[in-house]
C-alpha cells in the first residue's frame, strides 16, 4: 500500500476521518445495506474524496450487477431420461445399419458372385454386353464409394453436429 492510502483523509462535517483500509473494510458492508448510519455517513464522505476507493466501490458494484445477472438466468437441466433415451437410440440405429450393410454385402457378394459365374465367364453372352454391363456396376461402385468418402468427411469436419438447433 502507499503512503497515501494509510493517511488520513479529511472529512468535512465528521469526528474522525477513515483511512483507506478501514473504507474497503466497511465497504462490503456498505454495500449490502448493513452498515450503521454514522458509518454510513462516513464511508459516503470518504467516498467522496477518495478516488481508489470510490473506484472499487464501482467494480464491487458491478460485479454485484453481474452476480444478479448470472443467478437470475435459468440454467438448462439435464433430463436423465431424455440423455438415457437419447444413448439407446444412437445404439438401437446404430446395430440396425450395422446389421443392414452386412447383409447388404453379404448379399452384393452373393449377387457379384452369381454374376461373375453366370454371366461373365459364359462365353454364350457376347463380350460387348458383357463389357457393357461391367462398365455399368464399375460406374455404380465408384458412384458409391464417392458418395459414401463425401458424407463421411463432412460429417467428420462438423464442428457442430452435436448442437441441437
Not at 467522496?48 to 466501490?57: D, K, L, T
Request: hydrophobic residues 40%; aromatic residues 8%; negative net charge.
Amino acid at each position: 500500500m502507499s503512503a497515501g492510502n494509510d493517511t488520513r483523509r479529511p472529512v468535512v462535517g465528521s469526528s474522525r476521518a477513515l483511512r483507506c483500509e478501514e473504507a474497503r473494510i466497511l465497504l462490503m458492508g456498505y454495500l449490502d445495506n448493513e452498515l450503521q448510519p454514522d458509518e454510513v455517513r462516513q464511508l459516503e464522505d470518504h467516498l467522496a474524496v477518495c478516488v481508489e476507493c470510490r473506484r472499487e466501490e464501482q467494480e464491487f458494484r458491478k460485479l454485484g450487477e453481474v452476480t444478479e445477472e448470472m443467478l437470475n438466468e435459468e440454467i438448462a437441466v439435464l433430463d436423465v431420461d431424455d440423455a438415457w433415451q437419447n444413448i439407446y437410440r444412437r445404439l438401437e440405429r446404430s446395430t440396425g445399419w450395422l446389421l443392414f450393410s452386412a447383409g447388404l454385402i453379404l448379399l452384393g457378394g452373393y449377387a457379384s458372385w452369381a454374376l461373375l459365374t453366370e454371366f461373365f465367364l459364359n462365353p454364350e453372352e457376347p463380350i460387348v454386353a458383357r463389357l457393357g454391363v461391367g462398365a455399368m456396376l464399375g460406374g455404380i461402385i465408384v458412384l458409391l464409394v464417392s458418395i459414401g468418402r463425401e458424407v463421411l468427411t463432412k460429417y467428420r469436419g462438423e464442428r457442430y453436429r452435436e448442437v441441437k438447433q
